[in-house]
């Protein structure tokens, strides 16, 4: 394993520097690096790697930030498909296996645990993304909806991100990671790259400290559950809040619910 995380790292990384550093040729050839690393140690890592590099390099592509025009959304709504869509056909019709998958009905009911900590989720989210957004500003790096179609493209955004986010990083990257490592480290593997790219989308200053455990945590949530309808209604649940604080953040007498 000592050897194989040399490559997986390098994608890992590659992350960073393509969401955060905004270095795109260096990004572009740490995952050539990767990949070239991971054809010399292990061919099968190469093969779900490069699915993995696939999706990072796609979604490189547009600026990801949350500008609300027509035009931004469509192109990056169309990347962020791609991203999911190019690794799945070609796991399911190139390579032939039915690794990548997305579980939605599962036929088992959600206990009564599963329940409560959507709650909590409820919870958490109002105690800390308020406090987050506005003490440090970054609320400003999405726009203000005060007008309805602003509102509404805002809503739309924030859970369309949220949806894939499962989707690929928790789905895909964490599915294809754990077919090499401990579950532990896929997990740690996956998160970086998760976390780079809420950094690109916003949640910036010190927003890794709560973006990283929440990566986390969803991958988590789906090796126990195996149910991608319960990490997206998380998710959803999580941005919701974060919606609602966005709006208040920019319009302090609207939705004058939260404390902070």
């Not at 990072?56 to 930030?65: A, G, H, R, T, Y």
Request: with cysteine; aromatic share 16%.
């Amino acid at each position: 394993m000592t050897w194989k995380l040399l490559p997986a790292a390098l994608m890992s990384a590659s992350g960073i520097l393509l969401f955060v550093v905004d270095a795109a040729v260096p990004g572009y050839l740490v995952v050539v690096a990767s990949l070239a690393s991971a054809a010399i140690i292990d061919r099968p890592l190469m093969r779900d790697l490069a699915l993995i590099g696939a999706g990072v390099v796609i979604v490189s592509s547009v600026p990801l930030n949350a500008d609300l025009s027509l035009g931004h959304m469509a192109a990056m709504g169309t990347v962020l498909t791609l991203a999911v869509v190019v690794p799945y056909v070609v796991s399911r019709f190139v390579y032939r296996e039915r690794v990548i998958r997305f579980p939605v009905n599962t036929g088992v009911r959600w206990t009564r645990r599963e329940f409560a900590y959507l709650g909590f989720v409820v919870l958490l989210g109002y105690a800390v993304l308020p406090v987050y957004l506005i003490s440090t500003g970054v609320y400003t790096n999405w726009p203000n909806p005060n007008d309805p179609d602003t509102f509404f493209r805002l809503f739309v955004g924030v859970n369309a991100v949220g949806i894939w986010d499962e989707l690929f990083f928790v789905c895909t990257t964490f599915t294809l990671l754990r077919r090499h490592f401990p579950d532990w480290l896929a997990n740690l593997l996956q998160a970086v790259i998760f976390c780079s790219f809420l950094w690109e989308i916003g949640y910036r200053s010190w927003g890794p400290l709560l973006t990283f455990p929440f990566a986390l945590l969803q991958a988590y949530t789906f090796r126990i559950t195996r149910s991608l309808s319960y990490v997206v209604s998380v998710h959803l649940i999580f941005d919701f809040v974060l919606f609602l604080a966005l709006v208040h953040a920019h319009n302090p007498d609207v939705l004058a619910i939260f404390i902070y």
